[in-house]
Each structure stands twice: as C-alpha cells, then as structure tokens.
C-alpha cells in the first residue's frame, strides 16, 4: 500500500527497440521524466508477446527503475503508449503517476470451483466502501471469470467503477502473463484500489448505433430471448432488416448486436443507457434469438450496429462531456477487435483520447474483454473503448 502527497504528475512512453530490455528502459524514461524525479505511487507496464522470453530480466529492470510504488502490467498483443498504438509488433508501453491524496491499495485474486459454487481468493484485499475511489483490474481470460467478480460488486460495492481489461499476450490457456510488481503470475487477475481518487473518471465507448425501435422482452429462458413486444423475435430481426437501409442492412449481415437498456426508468433511452451484447444463434423452428449474455423479462432492447463510422462518432460523443475539465492523463484499454481492423487507420483510440483532451500521456494494451461502467455498473465489454482519466482534484465525480 502506498500513499503520497506529491503533485500529480503522469508520464507515458512506448518503444519498438528490438531488444525488450532497451525497450522497457526506453519507455519507462519516457514515463518517468515527467515525474522529476518523484517516485510513481503507480505504474504500468505493458509489453508484446515478442519479448515474453525477456519478461523476467523486464520486470526486474523496470522495478529498478521505479524505485517503489506499485507495478502492475501483463503481456499484450497490441500496446498503446504516448501517440502510438502498435498491434503484432514487438513493443513495450510504460506509464507512471504521482497521485496526490491518493491510496493505492494492490491486490491479487484467484478464482476456484468449490461444489456447487465458485470462490474468489483474496477478496478480503479489495476494500469496497471508501468514498472516491476506483478500481484498475487486468486478468486473465482462461481462469477468471471477471463478470461473476463484477457481478458481486456491483451488489455489495455500489458505485464504485472498475476500469481494465482482460490480457491479451497468451492465445492459450496457461500464456497469460501479468506483472505484479516483482512477480509474474499466470492466472486469476490483479489490480489495484485507488482510494480518495476524486479527480479521475471512467468512460467507455461501446462503438455501436441503434436501429430500428426499442422492444420489451415478454418470453425469454437465460440467454434465449423468444419475444419481444409479444412477437416472435426472429420475426422482429426480420422486420428490421426489411425496413433498413441498404448500408444498414449490410452492417446487420456483418453482424447484428442488441442493447440491454441498464435502466427502465428513463421516459427516452440513449447512448450510454444500453449495454450492448452479442446475436450469437437464431432458431428458426421457434422463432428465438440468443444473446451472449442473460436475458429477463421485461427488460427493454434495441438492436445495435457496429461499423468504423459508428465507432468514431461514439468515442467522440462519450469524451465530449469530460472536456469540462483539463485532464493530466489517461489509461487506455481498447478491444482488440478494433485498431487497424476496425478502423482501416493506426492510432485511432488514443488520437481520439488526445485530440479531446490535448497532448496527454496516454498508455494501455489491446485486450480481450475490456471492464468498464455504464449507468453506474460495471461490465465485461467487447469491441469497446475503456479510458480512465485522471485530473488534479476538481472534475467530473467518478
């Protein structure tokens, strides 16, 4: 646990050296000049597949270099640093914060089957009712199940938003590698609390547009959704392709989305008031779709399109309202589904975050499940955008 009364100050740095050393020392002097000579209540680290044969002699270093604080980090497919997002390449990315009045409180979590239930390990390090805080999480995809984490904290830490996502640099089970300041473990998920951090915010971008109308679910059995609005819902996907535009209709063939509205209290539902999830199977014997993710009824729907343009306006929209205030930096946690192969363009995330909020440190990884609030709760996304800004006191509440 660490708590420090510098100023605020953040740095982020990324390098391509071909040496992962040279390029951990390269990007974590990029993270660290900003500090002047402060040592970081918090860092991270994030480094390529390319140099995971490296990652010991990387952890030791980059320890060296911080001189204290907590690390945290994990092996990527894809990092972001500075003005970069470099995806199937060799890289390192680094960032570093003194956080005034801020409590960093590190934990490390495994999850366990026992019976008829599962148990997370380490629950007891996460701290759930301090005031103004927020919790930074990476795990590993194969052996923690994050929603069920999320799930119980939602219920017993209302209001306190989970930012993160899950690691990306092991394409099988038993590859996943995450830095815990000296140490690295393959599996279950770490993170930290960041107690008193009433300067910084969580946004997330999901990327999609709805079309057609909303539905109330009126038959559905967990994941299967029957009807809506007292039809057939395979009925309703094809009364919604029958009536889109041409442009639209080629979006749905691509792939068809629906959004969870996360609040029936709203007279009107927008961006933001929807959790947007997977069509994944249809039946046409009886008329159901399936969703990745349980359906109840009476909860409303729309169905959602996903395309380049609609991702870029739904970053933008999403960062808009957090200009009020100046930010002094920010962690990035972006799908990796999105990048090149979303947008047709690099950098397309974190020159959106900066073009926003000016010439920030920005750093982050490309991950497979990004964790971020919306409408007060906390949800493993897909092909989303997850930031967490930080400022100097004074912003928009968490």
Not at 143 to 170: C, K, Q, R, Y
Not at 309 to 314: F, K
């Amino acid at each position: 646990m660490t708590t420090r009364r510098a100023n605020l100050r953040v740095g982020a740095g990324i390098s391509t050296r071909r040496s992962g050393l040279a390029a951990t020392e390269d990007a974590l002097g990029a993270a660290l000049a900003p500090l002047q000579g402060a040592i970081p209540d918090l860092a991270f680290l994030f480094v390529a597949p390319q140099f995971e044969d490296e990652l010991d002699s990387i952890v030791e270093s980059a320890n060296a270099s911080l001189g204290g604080g907590t690390l945290l980090g994990c092996v990527a497919g894809g990092v972001i640093g500075g003005a970069r997002e470099v995806e199937d390449s060799p890289a390192v990315s680094a960032w570093a914060a003194t956080l005034p009045g801020v409590t960093v409180r590190p934990f490390m979590l495994t999850y366990a089957e026992e019976e008829e239930h599962g148990v997370f390990d380490g629950l007891e390090e996460v701290p759930t009712r301090a005031p103004d805080s927020v919790l930074v999480m990476l795990a590993d995809p194969y052996t923690f199940p994050a929603h069920l984490l999320l799930d119980h904290l939602n219920e017993h830490a209302a209001g306190l938003p989970i930012v993160g996502g899950m690691a990306s640099g092991g394409i099988v089970a038993g590859r996943t590698r995450l830095i815990a300041d000296d140490e690295i473990i393959t599996e279950g998920a770490i993170g930290a609390i960041l107690e008193g951090a009433h300067g910084a915010t969580a946004v997330v971008s999901q990327g999609c547009r709805p079309v057609g109308e909303t539905f109330a679910i009126t038959r559905a059995e967990r994941n299967i959704v029957f009807e809506l609005g007292g039809q057939p819902a395979l009925k309703r996907v094809e009364e919604l392709y029958t009536t889109a535009t041409e442009r639209d209709q080629l979006l749905m063939r691509r792939g068809l989305h629906v959004g969870q509205a996360t609040t029936e209290l709203k007279p009107e539902l927008g961006r933001g008031d929807f959790v947007i999830r997977n069509l994944v199977g249809v039946d046409r014997d009886t008329g159901a779709i399936a969703i990745s993710d349980m359906a109840e009824v009476g909860q409303t729907v729309q169905f959602q399109v996903r395309d380049a343009e609609s991702a870029r306006e739904d970053l933008r929209a999403m960062l808009e309202p957090e200009r009020t205030a100046p930010v002094a930096g920010a962690l990035l946690f972006s799908c990796n589904g999105r990048g090149q192969g979303l947008f047709g363009q690099p950098d397309h995330d974190v020159n959106a975050v900066r073009r926003a909020f000016g010439d920030i440190p920005v750093a982050g990884f490309f991950a497979a499940g990004e964790l971020g609030p919306v409408a007060g709760r906390n949800f493993v996304h897909g092909f989303t955008a997850s930031i967490l800004l930080f400022r100097n006191g004074g912003g928009p509440k968490l």
